[in-house]
């Protein structure tokens, strides 16, 4: 069983990556909160816990890590802080640390902010550390969803390294795709959009693999 850190862990997307992982027979989820009060519902479900805050000093949460999911926002709030420097931090430990993957649930638009005005300084956030992540030399895979819905998951989704079109995708289906990335045989040292779609997560994948390897 691999130990996955998730940084993130008590967010909407984040809880439904937990339980996946938790579910897994591959990978054991290591949820990275806050404060105490957020260990307790982990803890009662039998999921390891580490308290750690992005804005801080980070090095012991990535001990005994083999693998990170970087689900992780402010919400607004800190951008910088949390959305951009906060991801660098997490690299920088797990770099030293000898983490043999790091999936980064990014943006679709990520890739130029400055044509979303109300926007623009969280997908800025995420465009720099995306670009960090990219020259960190560990081994990455950034998935950039279109708009999240609380809708149930389908299982199913578009991707392509550049969709070119907006669309919605469910938490859920962002969530599959995170752990889905986390697989040896996943795109790794790619960028890849995903929307709602027709095509299993898993086949679509594998589709966009085989164009990049």
């Not at 990978?27 to 990275?32: D, I, Y």
């Not at 797990?94 to 649930?105: D, E, G, Q, T």
Request: without cysteine; aromatic residues 4%; charged residues 25%.
């Amino acid at each position: 069983m691999e130990n996955i850190l998730v940084a993130g862990a008590n967010g909407t997307t984040g809880k439904q990556v937990v339980n996946l992982l938790k579910a897994s027979q591959y990978f054991n989820p290591v949820a990275m909160v806050r404060k105490e009060e957020q260990q307790k519902q982990f803890k009662d479900d039998g999921v390891e816990t580490v308290l750690a805050d992005l804005t801080e000093d980070l090095t012991h949460a990535v001990k005994g890590i083999d693998k990170v999911i970087f689900a992780a926002g402010s919400g607004g709030k800190n951008v910088l802080e949390v959305d951009q420097e906060g991801a660098k931090r997490l690299m920088a430990v797990s770099k030293m640390a000898n983490i043999n993957r790091f999936v980064m649930l990014s943006s679709m638009g990520a890739d130029e902010p400055e044509a979303s005005e109300e926007l623009q300084e969280y997908l800025k956030a995420k465009q720099n550390a995306d670009e960090h992540l990219k020259n960190s030399g560990l081994k990455y895979t950034i998935v950039r969803p279109g708009s999240l819905t609380n809708n149930e998951g389908k299982g199913t989704i578009e991707l392509k390294e550049k969709l070119n079109k907006r669309g919605e995708i469910s938490r859920a289906d962002v969530a599959q795709t995170l752990v889905k990335s986390l697989n040896d045989d996943a795109p790794y040292n790619t960028t890849f959009e995903i929307i709602e779609g027709n095509t299993s997560i898993g086949e679509a994948m594998s589709e966009f693999q085989s164009t990049v390897s």
